[in-house]
């Protein structure tokens, strides 16, 4: 069964920097794709980014593209989001999201597949982070 657990959010100051972490357990198939979703208070849950398995590819949403950067390491227990030059308008709770198939791709994030977290079997708990000065 697969587990995912997020650490690293944080209040932090407007243009600085937070890593998030989400460390997997229990996963067994070769083809999935991690991503990272956020909601923020009183807003539509919304993703963010994703990296596929097999082969490491990422893509993620236009809001966060030259600021947020979605990596692995090499064991594949862990996938990150590191965050830079945050803005007020990422406050949100960010959840780490597990699910088969290689679904990761730019497609998903022009499409309504983020927004309905298509594809997304297994959830985390969440990691609140807070952009104020």
């Known amino acids: 069964q697969v587990q995912l657990v997020e650490s690293g959010g944080d209040l932090v100051q407007p243009g600085g920097s937070l890593r998030l972490s989400c460390g997997i357990t229990g996963s067994s198939v070769y083809f999935y794709a991690v991503g990272w979703f956020r909601q923020a208070p009183g807003k539509e849950r919304e993703g963010v980014a994703c990296i596929n398995n097999n082969d490491n590819s990422i893509a993620s949403a236009d809001y966060v593209k030259g600021r947020f950067t979605i990596s692995r390491d090499d064991a594949k227990t862990t996938v990150y989001l590191q965050m830079n030059n945050l803005k007020a308008e990422d406050t949100a709770v960010y959840y780490c999201?597990?699910?088969?198939?290689?679904?990761?791709?730019?497609?998903?994030?022009?499409?309504?597949?983020?927004?309905?977290?298509?594809?997304?079997?297994?959830w985390g708990q969440g990691t609140p982070v807070t952009v104020s000065a």
């Open positions: 999201a597990w699910g088969k198939g290689p679904w990761c791709s730019s497609s998903y994030y022009d499409s309504r597949d983020s927004r309905e977290a298509r594809y997304i079997e297994v």
